[in-house]
């Protein structure tokens, strides 16, 4: 530990690591031309990379979030059909593909994971997007939804829920979620077929 004289104190060091007392806690870690790891309970949560920055976990902005140049997302493929798959988890994702053709109606059952309910993940106030796009067929629709199994009022847009699955392409749903009390939310739902 050295002070450079101007006020700095300065910390010289190869690997430098911070842990609790005990010594068995790992709360921050540095290595010479790598990462700087903070740590939450020994779990690693925020490290630096060559690019930026990499976050475990969920991030929480309170003051507004501003992105300068790319902003991407996963999304989650399913190798089968959502009739087969109704639960779309959304620890996986906010976008979920079926890429086996559509046989029959479903109900897909919105929730965070099936150890955690979405209604425990939102505050109230918070609103999110959900997408699911199947490989249509006419006999495959989705007219109702579900979150943390519980039956909702859809809103459609265009007055009415979908009746039939498009002939061909991708059908897309998406459910404009508002959690506007405790296990409350208003679900406005969109239907469009895009064909080949």
Same mark, same amino acid.
């Given at each position: ?15 430098? @690591?911070?842990?609790? =007392? /005990? ?5 921050? !870690? ?12 020994? /779990? ?19 003051? +507004? ?16 059909? !959502? ?6 988890? !959304?620890?996986?994702?906010? %976008?979920? *593909? ?5 046989? @029959? ?6 929730? *965070? ?13 918070? =609103?999110?997007? %959900?997408?699911?796009?199947?490989? /249509?067929?006419?006999?495959? *629709? ?7 199994? +519980?039956?909702? @009022? ?19 749903? @998406?459910?404009?979620? !508002? ?9 406005? +739902?969109? *239907? %469009?077929?895009?064909?080949?």
């Amino acid at each position: 530990i050295k002070d450079a004289g101007t006020g700095e104190l300065r910390i010289l060091s190869d690997v430098f @690591t911070v842990k609790n =007392a /005990a010594d068995n806690e790992t709360m921050i !870690l540095g290595g010479q031309n790598g990462a700087v790891t903070l740590y939450h309970n020994n /779990a690693a949560k925020i490290a630096t990379t060559n690019d930026g920055v990499s976050i475990t976990g969920i991030a929480t902005v309170t003051q +507004g979030l501003n992105t300068d140049g790319l902003l991407s997302e996963k999304f989650n493929t399913t190798a089968g059909k !959502l009739s087969d798959n109704t639960n779309i988890d !959304l620890e996986d994702g906010m %976008v979920h *593909y079926f890429s086996t053709q559509e046989t @029959t109606t479903s109900t897909p059952n919105i929730r *965070y994971s099936s150890s955690k309910s979405l209604n425990n993940m939102l505050s109230i106030g918070d =609103a999110i997007t %959900v997408t699911i796009i199947t490989t /249509a067929a006419a006999a495959g *629709y989705s007219a109702n939804m579900t979150i943390d199994s +519980g039956a909702q @009022t859809e809103e459609w847009v265009g007055g009415s829920a979908p009746s039939e699955g498009g002939s061909d392409g991708l059908d897309i749903l @998406t459910f404009n979620i !508002l959690k506007t009390a405790d296990a409350t939310f208003k679900v406005i +739902g969109n *239907y %469009v077929n895009a064909s080949n």
